[in-house]
């Protein structure tokens, strides 16, 4: 069974930073691409960003130059988030497009980490 653990998420004062790590395990074949979303109460959840295998990385607008998203290793992703203002305050979830063996492929969830950005 496939998994998806988060850690780092907290609560920092405006302009600080935070960095979010995710560690998938189970019976992984392959690892497409993994990232991080998030959802803030009464919105719906929006991508924050997202990293290939190949190392390609894509981030929503209202991130790119704060957060930088990268992998260690195939089966983890951190998300550093500098620079944070109130509204990336949010339930923030890894997301990872992968197959397991003798399977099928598909999105696997985190169970979601708390950011909270308030002085």
């Known amino acids: 069974q496939v998994q998806l653990v988060e850690s780092g998420g907290g609560l920092v004062q405006p302009g600080g930073s935070l960095r979010l790590s995710c560690a998938a395990s189970?019976?992984?074949?392959?690892?497409?691409?993994m990232g991080w979303y998030r959802q803030a109460p009464g919105k719906e959840r929006e991508l924050v960003a997202v990293i290939t295998s190949g190392g390609s990385t894509s981030y929503a607008d209202s991130v790119k130059g704060r957060f930088t998203i990268s992998r260690d290793n195939a089966k983890t992703v951190d998300l550093q988030m500098n620079s944070l203002k109130p509204e990336d305050t949010a339930v923030y979830y890894c997301n990872a497009d992968l197959r397991e063996y003798y399977s099928v492929r598909r999105a696997y969830w985190g169970q979601g980490t708390q950011v909270t950005v308030s002085s």
């Open positions: 189970g019976s992984i074949s392959s690892i497409n691409a």
